[in-house]
C-alpha cells in the first residue's frame, strides 16, 4: 500500500507541475523509458567520419562543440545525419561564457571576439593590469562577465553581446539544435583579479564578487532565452544551483566527473555525497530536469561502470561515461547499455533498500547498488535473472537470480523473465 502510495503521489506530482505553469512541453519530449544514455563529445572533432555519426546516434542526447572553422551548413548538415539516424536524439552546442582565446587563426567567429574582447576593455585584468589566466591547458584567457564593466554603444556587456554572437554564429543557422550547452557554471570565479576596477585584486570568495561573477552568467541565459525561448539551457555546474542566481533557471545540469576522478565527490565525500548533489541538482532544475551523471574511468573497468550506472539509474538523469583513455572524443559502449528496463516502476530511490543496498524496480527489470564497504547477501524473490553480456560474462549470465551476492562498490541489472532484452 505504502508503494502504491508513493507511486501515485510520483505520478501526479508531474500532472500537478503542469497545472502549476511549470512547462513541460518548453522543447522537445524527453525520454520516457530508460536507460538513458549522454554523451560529452567535445573533444576529437571527428563529426564528419560515418562510423563516429553512428556511435553518437545511438545516444539520448549528445553535446558537441563545432568549432569557428565549420561553416554553419557543414555543422547543420552533420547534426541532420545523426538526426536521422535516430529522431529522438537531442543534439547540442558546447559555449563557454567566461574564457576566451586570445589569437586571431582561429576563424572568423573567434576574431569577431578577439576585437570586440579588446575594443571594449572586457578582458579580465589583475591590479597590474595584467589579462588572468586560469589554465594554460586551452591557451584561453578569462573575462570579465560582471556589470563593473563598460556597456559597448548599445548597451550590452559582455553575456549579452556574446549570447548574440552564439546565436548568429551557430543556433539560428541550425534549427536543430536542441540544446545551448554553458560550460564553467561556478558559484564563484575560478581566479583572482580586479573584478570591480577599482585598481586593487579582488578576493575571489568575497560573497559581493561572487554574487556579481553569478549574475553574469544570469544575464546570459536571459539573453539566450530572448533569442530562442524554447531551446534547453544545460550548465556543467560545480555546485547545486541553490544559489539565488542559479536556482531554478536551467533545465538540466551537467555534473562533471561526479565519480572516477581524483577531483571527483564521490572520491572525496563518498557515494552518498554524490548522490546528494544528483538528488539535488536535479530538484534545482526547471524542466524537464535534465541531469548528466557523468563519471570517468576505463573502458574496460566494467564493475565500475555497473556501479555508476546502477547509482545514475536510481534517479531519473542521463548517464555519461568517459573513456579515460580519450576523455571526450569516443562513445563507450556496454552490454547494460541494450538492456530495455522500460519505464520506471517506482519513483526516484533515495533511501536504502536492505542491508545499505538500493534498488529500483522498472517495468522489464531492476537495477541494485551496493555502496558499502562488505558484500551484501540479498533476496530478490522469484521472476528476476541476470542479464546475458559478452563483456563480463561471469557477472551477466543469465542465469535465474533469487539470491545473490552483490560486491561492495557494485551494481547489478536483473531483468524479469518475460523481459525484451534488446535495446
Keep these: ?28 519530449i524527453l ?21 563516429y555519426q553512428e556511435e553518437i546516434a545511438r545516444l539520448d542526447i549528445v553535446i558537441l562543440s563545432f568549432g569557428t572553422k565549420s561553416s554553419p551548413q557543414t555543422i547543420r548538415e552533420t547534426v541532420r545525419i545523426i538526426k536521422k539516424r535516430n529522431p529522438r536524439i537531442l543534439v547540442g552546442q558546447y559555449t563557454s561564457l567566461d574564457e576566451a582565446y586570445d ?20 578582458w579580465l585584468r589583475n591590479a597590474a593590469g595584467q589579462k588572468v589566466q586560469w589554465t594554460d591547458q586551452f591557451n584561453t584567457w578569462m573575462v570579465n562577465i560582471t556589470e563593473w564593466t563598460k556597456p559597448d554603444n548599445r548597451g550590452l556587456r559582455y553575456p549579452q553581446w556574446l549570447a548574440e554572437h552564439v546565436y548568429r554564429m551557430y543556433i539560428e543557422p541550425v534549427p536543430e539544435f536542441d540544446i545551448w550547452f554553458l560550460d564553467g557554471v561556478n558559484y564563484r570565479p575560478r581566479v583572482t583579479a580586479d573584478w570591480n576596477l577599482d585598481g586593487r585584486d579582488d578576493d575571489k570568495n568575497d560573497p559581493v564578487i561572487m554574487g556579481a561573477y553569478r549574475k553574469g552568467h544570469k544575464v546570459y541565459w536571459n539573453a539566450i532565452r530572448s533569442l530562442t525561448p524554447t531551446r534547453l539551457l544545460i550548465g556543467n555546474t560545480d555546485n547545486d544551483l541553490s544559489y539565488p542566481e542559479f536556482n531554478l533557471s536551467l533545465n538540466g545540469a551537467f555534473l562533471e566527473g561526479l565519480m572516477g576522478l581524483k577531483w571527483s565527490i564521490e572520491t572525496w565525500g563518498g557515494w552518498h555525497k554524490a548522490m546528494e548533489r544528483y538528488w539535488t541538482v536535479m530538484k534545482n532544475t526547471r524542466s524537464p530536469h535534465i541531469v548528466g ?18 547509482s545514475c539509474l536510481l534517479g531519473g538523469g542521463y548517464f555519461s561515461y568517459t573513456d579515460v ?26 533511501i536504502a533498500w536492505h542491508y545499505g543496498v538500493y534498488r529500483r524496480v522498472f517495468e522489464n527489470g531492476m537495477v541494485l547498488v551496493n555502496p ?3 558484500p551484501v547477501r540479498l533476496d530478490i524473490g522469484p521472476g528476476y535473472r541476470r542479464m546475458i553480456g559478452t563483456q563480463d560474462p561471469e557477472v551477466n549470465n543469465g542465469k535465474p537470480a533469487r539470491e545473490i551476492i552483490l560486491p561492495s562498490k557494485d551494481g547489478l541489472i536483473l531483468i524479469r523473465d518475460t523481459a525484451v532484452h534488446p535495446r
Excluded at 505504502?2 to 522543447?27: D, H, P, Q, R, T
Excluded at 525520454?31 to 562510423?51: C, S, V, W
Excluded at 576563424?107 to 578577439?114: E, H, N, Q, R, S
Design 372 to 374: 558499502t564497504g562488505l
Design 1 to 28: 500500500m505504502k508503494m502504491f502510495a508513493a507511486v501515485l503521489y510520483w505520478m501526479l506530482s508531474g500532472f500537478i507541475a503542469g497545472a502549476c505553469g511549470i512547462a513541460w512541453a518548453e522543447g522537445p
Design 325 to 350: 583513455e580519450v576523455n571526450y572524443s569516443s562513445v563507450p559502449w556496454f552490454d547494460e547499455y541494450d538492456v530495455r528496463l522500460g519505464r520506471a516502476v517506482e519513483p526516484p530511490q533515495e
Design 31 to 51: 525520454k520516457e523509458t530508460f536507460p538513458r544514455l549522454m554523451g560529452m563529445n567535445i573533444g576529437a572533432k571527428q563529426y564528419h567520419d560515418k562510423r
Design 103 to 122: 589569437y586571431l587563426d582561429r576563424g572568423g567567429a573567434d576574431k569577431d571576439k578577439y576585437f570586440k574582447l579588446y575594443g571594449e576593455g572586457w
Design 293 to 310: 551523471f557523468n563519471v570517468h574511468g576505463k573502458s574496460s573497468d566494467y564493475r565500475f561502470m555497473r556501479y555508476a550506472f546502477a
